[in-house]
């Protein structure tokens, strides 16, 4: 079976650029995919691709835009047929022998190779990774029977007011459009882990959740003012030490579609400087639990909360993203091409296109909180089509 690696697989795709090139050109000059697909009878759509793979002077690109072996073949039987030289076709399907040898070694799918010449090319990376997130967006959507537009949490991070050497935060989150498409299953839409004594808390977080009032004292409020009017009957359950925000089923089965926002403040929940000699790190998790076009992820950190610390994005699987320092965690580390921005302080909001009215909440909240937009650096992170509970996390080490 033939070794593959990333030095033949540029030999590989000298082989096909060359090979094609002498089989399709004119005096040594590509054809226009027009022209191509006229006078050898060919599909428009396969001519155009074959045409912009060969002008690439990268191997691995030539290796990854080509199309498959079988439509390679197409061209030389056309090639053939219109009189071109035997030994230059024969070339041209001994190079294609050699890409199907390839393929079938990686499972027998041009996709796997594409995959592999991805750890190479970016631009190829980016391209398999959307389509596949896609791909899951989709299957996500019509096993779970539902989908939102929007998915985002926005954190902002503050002094403690008793100046303790720790940091409130501050969340914001919820989903834009929210469409269930089987109706009659409950729906999870947030939750918020609370900490020290929960007895009697569940009564107090309902009141608390429906009277629409940011509360300081951390419980969760529902943002009605840029929710669904009115706003959708959720219900609260306590489960040790988490608060759990459902949407019941409705038996009729009536399809609704729904935008719910909440914001909570969590006391004390990260420090502002390292204790003891042992690393640590603040941790902005956010895990998609439903299928959604895009996610946001916003972190706004006080100018003087980790003033000379640069945070890193970290993508990973499960509850592992909660122990950053153990094996489990760095092995469970996914590759993708997602990117941190990091946006710096301003004096207002950066938009988020998607949502149009995140500008408006963000300014909403932080005017009832008491907070002063320029005094906050952002960090942001925008994907779109998340993985439903995968773990996107930004790390701000300490």
Known sequence: MRSVTTKSLRELGSQLHSTMVELISTDGRLPRPTDLSRWWQLDQTLCVRTCSA????????????????????????????????????ENAEQAISALEEVISSL?????????????????????????????????????????????????????????????????????????????????????????????????????????????????????????????????VSLETNRLLYTLPGDPSGESDEVSMFFASIDRHASRRARKGSDPEVARFIFIPRNPSKEMLLDVFVHRDVWPTTEPYLDIGRGDNVLRPFTEASRLDQFDFCESLQILGSRSQVIPFKPMPLYTSMLESVAESAGYDLSDY???????????ASLAYGIYFPI
């Open 54 to 89: 060969l002008k690439n002077d990268d191997p691995l690109r030539v290796l990854h835009q080509l199309s498959s072996s079988g439509s390679l073949r197409s061209i030389v039987e056309a090639g053939r047929s219109r009189g071109v030289d035997r030994k230059v076709c």
């Open 107 to 235: 499972g027998g799918k041009k996709a796997n190779l594409d995959t592999l010449i991805g750890s190479q090319l970016v631009e190829a990376r980016e391209k398999i990774e959307a389509t596949s997130k896609q791909s899951i967006f989709r299957g996500m959507s019509n096993l779970l029977g539902l989908q939102s537009d929007v998915v985002l949490t926005a954190y902002f991070v503050t002094p403690s007011s008793d100046d303790d050497g720790l940091c409130d935060e501050l969340a914001i989150y919820g989903s834009m459009n929210l469409r269930r498409l089987r109706p009659e299953l409950t729906t999870m839409v947030g939750g918020r882990v609370l900490f020290g004594d929960t007895s009697g808390e569940l009564a107090r977080a309902r009141e608390i959740l429906h009277g629409g009032q940011l509360d300081h004292s951390g419980f969760s409020v529902a943002l009605k003012e840029f929710s669904t009017d009115p706003f959708p009957d959720v219900d």
């Open 377 to 387: 650096r952002l960090y942001r992170l925008h994907v779109r089509y998340p993985v």
